[in-house]
């Protein structure tokens, strides 16, 4: 499937009952605490995304898939993808490590926030998503690293 730039590809508050894989192009899971928007990921190509926690209970997300880029995407239908499993074991194994090797990226990203400083947190922003500057409003990279504008402005003079 194809979605154009700022489009929701799943909006906050809706079942996720698909994963997609990021063929071309770039997104970011969101949500809102208050009145701000917080960019809570960032993806790009080859890059696979779901809001696992709808998926696994049926619940709706509180968070929602935005594209920032126009985007050409494989969608994966969960019921169809479990059908799979049932079929052929090796889709399953490698569809656990995909979901561990996400789990452990979001405990480093917790981790990140916790014991390291905001430039520590852009370096290895860039070090991890080198184009990432030339693609994403800066808005969202801020949000992202959990710090204001201003602040990345700063950090970004540094560099």
């Not at 809001?51 to 709706?60: D, K």
């Not at 929602?64 to 969608?75: H, K, M, R, S």
């Not at 490698?94 to 370096?123: D, M, T």
Request: charged share 25%; net charge positive.
């Amino acid at each position: 499937m194809t979605v154009k730039k700022n489009a929701d590809l799943q909006s906050i508050g809706q079942i996720c009952k698909s994963i997609y894989f990021i063929k071309k192009g770039a997104l970011r899971v969101y949500y809102y605490k208050g009145e701000t928007d917080i960019t809570d990921s960032l993806e790009f190509e080859g890059a696979f995304v779901a809001r696992v926690e709808s998926l696994v209970t049926g619940q709706p997300s509180k968070k929602g898939i935005q594209a920032i880029e126009d985007c050409e995407l494989i969608v994966i239908n969960t019921d169809k993808l479990y059908a799979l499993y049932d079929s052929y074991l090796e889709i399953e194994r490698l569809f656990k490590q995909l979901f561990l090797k996400a789990f452990i990226g979001i405990l480093n990203r917790i981790e990140s926030i916790q014991f390291h400083s905001a430039e520590v947190r852009y370096a290895n922003f860039l070090k991890e998503y080198p184009d990432a500057l030339k693609r994403v409003p800066l808005k969202y990279i801020a949000s992202y690293l959990g710090i204001t504008q201003v602040s990345l402005s700063r950090i970004r003079a540094k560099y």
